[in-house]
């Protein structure tokens, strides 16, 4: 069980990741491993060059910045579980993080890692969409900041240059009555979500004044369902009003299907799980 | 290019010249010989393979030895104490844990981490924090059964010590 052989450079600045990718364009960075070791060791993959970035301080960590949450690109799904701030602004992120593969996987894998690989079974790429977040990345031209909702472009495939470094993933905080949930349909092998669901709710005098809703799994790319919020927006958001907006659920998506679930099992899965999400997402805003 | 490492195994400092491609797991069973450390598959599914990595369970087959540089490490073969054995592997033994024994070196190593995070699971908590662990022969009742006899008894010696 051996990767294809690889140089390997151990990065201590953004500035210095950097470098490395331009010297290294045949190379890759390295985070929590998780996604990129086992595709080089069935050798689906063979980067020339590993720059890993797992010690780079300043990419580590959870910031509350005020209005918005700053989560370091190598911030480990357990590192997101133990954060009390995240738990009390955004529930979504501790809850999704939790049905994240394993105790090992979530002890290793980074929300960096997660949105830069753009796996169309990932959890996390839904909840940023639910939420709004924005990717700030960094390449030799500088910085840039890049919505999370232009970030997803296909599978495996992000707004990401290859010499660019996504460093931080900014969370703006909710204001006013706000509900969030993720309802996952787990693989039962892989753990991965065949179809995931994360909603995003505030509620302005018993109607819905915003709603977003990311849906992976279904589609090739995790993207936000513009059909189901179109309808639920400015509705009050009564039972039979979310079944009817879920109903366009899976509108846009350019389906998957394989041997476990169909196209159309997944059209289902992400009308029923976008259902189920509203719904309690509805309820946490109330209460 | 071979580079440097130095990492600490259940206690025992190492300096070693590997590959960057060299695997935690093989450095542990094929550099260092501590073959406690199972390989159970190639897709980082199994958790045959789990060791305890700077406090936290990891598949040591999705882990680069180069990556474990400074980290301190405890396998299977660290827990036993003075000929003591670790009270997981006491409740493995008594609620007949294990059958062929080979996912038992990586279910023990989860449930280590498992409960330094929550030493008090319930059956459904030990059964979520068992999910990176597969195991071919007991059906899991009695892997849940010795983790449960592991956290009681963990728990009388916190207490015992006064720690809780
Ligand atoms: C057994 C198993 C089960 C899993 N189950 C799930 C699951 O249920 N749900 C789920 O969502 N995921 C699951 N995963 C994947 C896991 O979440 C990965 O950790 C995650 O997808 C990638 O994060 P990483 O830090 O490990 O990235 P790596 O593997 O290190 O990198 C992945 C890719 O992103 C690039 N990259 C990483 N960080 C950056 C950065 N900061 N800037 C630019 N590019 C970067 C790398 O070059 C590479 O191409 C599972 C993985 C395993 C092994
Ligand atoms: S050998 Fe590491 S998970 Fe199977
Ligand atoms: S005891 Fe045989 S695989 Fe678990």
């Given at each position: 069980?051996?990767?294809a052989?690889?140089?390997?450079?151990?990065?201590?600045?953004?500035?210095?990741?950097?470098q490395?990718?331009?010297?290294?364009?045949?190379?890759?960075?390295?985070?929590?491993?998780?996604?990129?070791?086992?595709?080089?060791?069935?050798?689906?993959?063979?980067?020339?060059?590993?720059?890993?970035?797992?010690?780079?301080?300043?990419?580590?960590?959870?910031?509350?910045?005020?209005?918005?949450?700053?989560?370091?690109?190598?911030?480990?799904?357990?590192?997101?579980l133990?954060?009390?701030?995240?738990?009390?602004?955004?529930?979504?992120?501790?809850?999704?993080?939790?049905?994240?593969?394993?105790?090992?996987?979530?002890?290793?894998?980074?929300?960096?890692?997660?949105?830069?690989?753009?796996?169309?079974?990932?959890?996390?790429?839904?909840?940023?969409l639910?939420?709004?977040?924005?990717?700030?990345?960094?390449?030799?031209?500088?910085?840039?900041?890049?919505?999370?909702?232009?970030?997803?472009?296909?599978?495996?495939?992000?707004?990401?240059?290859?010499?660019?470094?996504?460093?931080?993933?900014?969370?703006?905080?909710?204001?006013?009555?706000?509900?969030?949930?993720?309802?996952?349909?787990?693989?039962?092998?892989?753990?991965?979500?065949?179809?995931?669901?994360?909603?995003?709710?505030?509620?302005?005098?018993g109607?819905?004044?915003?709603?977003?809703?990311?849906?992976?799994?279904?589609?090739?790319?995790?993207?936000?369902?513009?059909?189901?919020?179109?309808?639920?927006?400015?509705?009050?958001?009564?039972?039979?009003?979310?079944?009817?907006?879920?109903?366009?659920?899976?509108?846009?998506?350019?389906?998957?299907?394989?041997?476990?679930?169909?196209?159309?099992?997944?059209?289902?899965?992400?009308?029923?799980?976008?259902?189920?999400?509203?719904?309690?997402?509805?309820?946490?805003?109330?209460? | 290019?071979?580079?440097?490492?130095?990492v600490?195994?259940?206690?025992?400092?190492?300096?070693?010249?590997?590959?960057?491609?060299?695997?935690?797991?093989?450095?542990?069973r094929?550099?260092?010989?501590?073959?406690g450390?199972?390989?159970?598959?190639?897709?980082?599914?199994?958790?045959?393979?789990?060791?305890?990595?700077?406090?936290?369970?990891?598949?040591?087959?999705?882990?680069?030895?180069?990556?474990?540089?400074?980290?301190?490490?405890?396998?299977?073969?660290?827990l036993?104490?003075?000929?003591?054995?670790?009270?997981?592997?006491?409740?493995?033994?008594?609620?007949?844990?294990?059958?062929?024994?080979?996912?038992?070196?990586?279910?023990?190593?989860?449930?280590?981490?498992?409960?330094?995070?929550?030493?008090?699971?319930?059956?459904?908590?030990?059964?979520?924090?068992?999910?990176g662990?597969?195991?071919?022969?007991?059906?899991?009742?009695n892997?849940?059964?010795?983790?449960?006899?592991?956290a009681?008894?963990?728990?009388?010696?916190?207490?015992?010590?006064?720690?809780?």
């Amino acid at each position: 069980m051996y990767p294809a052989a690889f140089e390997y450079y151990r990065a201590t600045s953004v500035p210095e990741v950097v470098q490395l990718l331009q010297q290294h364009p045949d190379g890759k960075i390295l985070a929590g491993g998780h996604s990129l070791l086992p595709m080089m060791k069935l050798r689906l993959a063979e980067p020339a060059a590993l720059i890993d970035i797992g010690r780079v301080p300043d990419l580590n960590g959870i910031q509350d910045a005020g209005d918005s949450i700053v989560v370091g690109a190598t911030t480990t799904y357990w590192n997101l579980l133990q954060s009390d701030v995240i738990r009390q602004s955004l529930p979504l992120i501790t809850e999704a993080a939790n049905v994240v593969g394993d105790i090992q996987v979530r002890n290793r894998g980074t929300l960096g890692g997660a949105m830069a690989h753009a796996d169309p079974a990932a959890d996390m790429p839904a909840v940023a969409l639910a939420l709004d977040a924005s990717m700030k990345v960094v390449g030799p031209n500088g910085e840039r900041t890049i919505p999370a909702s232009e970030f997803f472009v296909d599978m495996f495939t992000t707004a990401l240059s290859p010499d660019e470094v996504l460093t931080q993933i900014i969370f703006p905080k909710p204001q006013g009555t706000s509900g969030q949930a993720y309802e996952k349909f787990a693989h039962p092998a892989s753990g991965y979500a065949v179809v995931g669901v994360a909603a995003f709710v505030t509620l302005d005098g018993g109607k819905v004044q915003t709603v977003r809703v990311g849906i992976t799994g279904a589609g090739t790319v995790a993207k936000r369902a513009s059909a189901v919020e179109q309808a639920l927006a400015g509705q009050e958001p009564t039972e039979q009003a979310i079944e009817s907006a879920a109903a366009h659920a899976a509108e846009g998506l350019e389906l998957n299907g394989d041997i476990f679930a169909s196209e159309e099992y997944r059209a289902h899965l992400a009308r029923v799980f976008t259902q189920r999400a509203l719904s309690r997402a509805v309820a946490a805003a109330r209460g | 290019m071979k580079q440097q490492i130095t990492v600490t195994v259940n206690g025992v400092q190492y300096t070693s010249e590997v590959e960057p491609r060299l695997l935690l797991v093989h450095y542990l069973r094929d550099v260092l010989n501590l073959t406690g450390t199972h390989v159970g598959c190639d897709t980082s599914q199994c958790g045959a393979c789990t060791v305890i990595m700077n406090g936290s369970a990891v598949k040591s087959c999705t882990v680069l030895a180069v990556q474990a540089d400074g980290a301190e490490i405890t396998t299977i073969e660290g827990l036993a104490k003075d000929g003591q054995l670790h009270p997981l592997q006491e409740g493995f033994w008594e609620m007949h844990g294990l059958q062929c024994g080979f996912c038992t070196p990586g279910m023990i190593m989860t449930a280590y981490d498992l409960l330094q995070k929550n030493p008090n699971p319930t059956e459904e908590e030990i059964r979520h924090g068992l999910e990176g662990n597969l195991c071919r022969c007991t059906g899991y009742q009695n892997i849940v059964r010795s983790i449960q006899y592991a956290a009681d008894k963990m728990r009388g010696a916190a207490a015992a010590a006064g720690g809780e």
